[in-house]
Antibody, heavy 119, light 112 residues
Framework: QVQLVQSGAEVKKPGASVKVSCKAS????????VIWVRQAPGQGLEWMAWISALNGVRYSAQKFQDRVTMNTDTSTSTAYMELSNLGSDDTALYFCARGSSIPAAGDYWGQGTLVTVSS | DVVMTQSPLSLPVTLGQPASISCRSSQTLVYGDGYTYLHWFHQRPGQSPRRLIY???NRDSGVPDRFSGSGSGTDFTLKISRVEAEDVGVYYC?????????FGPGTKLDIK
């Protein structure tokens, strides 16, 4: 069955970077992309970015463009998302999801990675 | 960015009764390929979102047929024919037609 397993919770100081991993299984990793979505505590969902696992094409929402780096490792079927220059408003649960394209929403989701930014 | 609005934001429902959630977009959601990329998600407390409906009216695998989606252009609806206890949580609509994809604010469904 399709599964996306994310790395564990992180606590970071303001200005630092965090790297979240998302290991996929149960499907051909290269046939899909990976979407990244975040959810601040008690808040709704915010679409961040998408990367194709086939060719590495990436798109990030404008507010994250300068701070988000994504890549994939097809040998381990793992996607990575790094967010730099963290601020307190980056404290959130970060989800990865399988997404065939940008218009198509994620059909399978990871369990989420809590990133806490605190001095 | 396309603004997605949902109503109501809070929806108390009696078990076995129907429920309906409205989602409106600030722009039409018909994509260049003719499809309308409006999707619905359900998030139970403490869990990841789960996609229920994709492209307006297509139920995802394993989604009970009491869930249905409809609509076109800028107005969309998610209906639950008979609410069950497991349906509690927050429902989000999301558009993928326009860049960047955006979510609605969510509708919290609970049992009366």
């Amino acid at each position: 069955q399709v599964q996306l397993v994310q790395s564990g919770a992180e606590v970071k100081k303001p200005g630092a970077s965090v790297k979240v991993s998302c290991k996929a299984s149960g499907y051909m990793f290269g046939d899909y992309g990976v979407i990244w979505v975040r959810q601040a505590p008690g808040q709704g969902l915010e679409w961040m970015a998408w990367i194709s696992a086939l060719n590495g094409v990436r798109y990030s929402a404008q507010k994250f463009q300068d701070r988000v780096t994504m890549n994939t490792d097809t040998s381990t079927s793992t996607a990575y998302m790094e967010l730099s220059n963290l601020g307190s408003d980056d404290t959130a649960l970060y989800f990865c999801a399988r997404g065939s394209s940008i218009p198509a929403a994620g059909d399978y989701w990871g369990q989420g990675t809590l990133v806490t930014v605190s001095s | 960015d396309v603004v997605m609005t949902q109503s109501p934001l809070s929806l108390p429902v009696t078990l076995g009764q129907p429920a309906s959630i409205s989602c409106r977009s600030s722009q039409t959601l018909v994509y260049g390929d003719g499809y309308t990329y409006l999707h619905w998600f359900h998030q139970r407390p403490g869990q990841s979102p789960r996609r229920l409906i994709y492209k307006v009216s297509n139920r995802d695998s394993g989604v009970p047929d009491r869930f249905s989606g409809s609509g076109s252009g800028t107005d969309f609806t998610l209906k639950i024919s008979r609410v069950e206890a497991e349906d509690v949580g927050v429902y989000y609509c999301m558009q993928g037609t326009h860049w960047p994809p955006t979510f609605g604010p969510g509708t919290k469904l609970d049992i009366k």
